[in-house]
């Protein structure tokens, strides 16, 4: 038996017991959205291990409420799962871009919107086992239209759904989209009063 105790939160301050140590990075494949790394890693009990994992620059995501209580979505065909996905707008940040900056160019690059108020809701990794991808979650409320402007090679479908219409395709597995579904979950929380959004012209 361990003669560590689990702690009373999650958030133990000392966590040397967990932590592995990187000793050497390779860079072994370069595209242009993937940065595929293999490091050479010391664990907590002093053995060495190799880890993979793609670096990426990071990302921000929009969940767009209009004035009605409709949310703007997309659908788009993503290529590693072969079918379209339904989804928020999204993108990756460019290289020093705030993350607000990259919120508003892409919620209007994509969908031609553009929002009198935007709050940030936190950040989330999709994909903690294999990437350091880091995406920021955007609201974006007092919505105008406007014509869209997307980039060569790429194609999607705007549309607006209610967040209840969201929720049951969540439920019966049409949304699988983890950024999606969390944009939902922070919608819902902060409708109900539970979560606050801090809201910036």
Known sequence: M??????DTPWQRDDRHLEERRLESRQVFRGRLLDVRVDRIQLPDGQEDVREYVAHP???????????????LERQYRYPLQRVMVEFPAGKLDPGEPGRACAERELFEETGYRARE???AG?????????DETIQVW????????DRHLDPGEFLDVFTATVDELAAWVRDGRVTDAKTMIGLLWLQQWRAGHWPLHWES
């Not at 361990?2 to 702690?7: H, K, N, Q």
């Not at 767009?64 to 703007?72: A, I, S």
């Not at 950040?123 to 990437?131: F, G």
């Not at 609201?139 to 406007?146: D, E, N, Q, V, W």
Request: glycine share 10%; aromatic share 8%; hydrophobic share 50%.
């Open 139 to 146: 609201f974006a409320r007092g919505l105008s239209a406007g």
């Open 123 to 131: 950040r989330l990794n999709n994909a903690i086992a294999y990437s």
């Open 2 to 7: 361990s003669d560590r105790t689990a702690p």
């Open 118 to 120: 935007w709050a940030c």
């Open 58 to 72: 990071g990302a921000v995501m929009i969940v767009p409420l209009l004035d009605d209580g409709r949310v703007v």
